[in-house]
């Protein structure tokens, strides 16, 4: 037998190696499992049927399946930094209260100014110069199922030069598939 039972614990809880296939696995009296995969090429963490998480030399996978288990990543004083819920398909930064795709919550002890949530950053492998921005873009799909802008909000400077820039804030709506400034 190939299964070698490492550790018996209290409650019916064992640990145990399955030689032939390099897998760990402990159980616990319900026969629910956890188990670690080494295989040639990546790591495998799995939970009783679930693929949770692939350690590669490409990357790190998590929910490989596609199970409904959450994913949550802690901060020093933020228990839910970032957090994945899987059965609603949306993400939290800050907090797990999701009412969008993606949620971004911030506390500050700020009262009377503007607080910094978001931040883009925009730079060049070339010499900018006016007209050089960011921008946040907008999409939507057609009832042909193509893909077309529908917005974009932009800062792009008007002054660029080697002390500073002097920049607007632009809008630009659809009209007749082809953005216009507004």
């Known amino acids: 037998n190939p299964v070698t ?10 640990i145990e190696f399955d030689g032939s296939s390099g897998v760990i696995r402990g159980f616990d009296r319900s026969a629910s499992w956890a188990g670690i995969d080494f295989e040639a090429s990546a790591y495998t963490f799995d939970v009783s049927t679930a693929r949770m998480m692939d350690i590669s030399s490409s990357g790190v996978v998590i929910n490989e399946d596609g199970a409904d288990a959450d994913f949550r990543v802690e901060s020093d004083d933020n228990a839910n930094m970032l957090f994945v819920d899987a059965s609603a398909n949306k993400v939290g930064i ?39 921005g960011g921008e946040i873009r907008f999409q939507a799909q057609r009832n042909n199922g193509g893909i077309q802008n529908t917005g974009r909000i932009a800062s792009v400077a008007e002054v ?23």
């Not at 490492?6 to 064992?14: F, K, Y």
């Not at 804030?169 to 400034?181: D, H, I, K, P, R």
């Open 5 to 14: 039972q490492l550790a018996v614990g209290s409650a019916g809880r064992r």
């Open 94 to 132: 800050g907090t797990n209260d999701l009412g969008a795709v993606l949620n971004i919550h911030t506390l500050d002890n700020n009262t009377n100014d503007v607080v910094n949530s978001i931040m883009i950053t925009n730079k060049s492998n070339g010499t900018t110069t006016t007209g050089f």
């Open 160 to 182: 660029n030069s080697g002390t500073n820039i002097s920049s607007g804030l632009g809008f630009w709506t659809s009209v007749a598939g082809s953005l216009a400034e507004r």
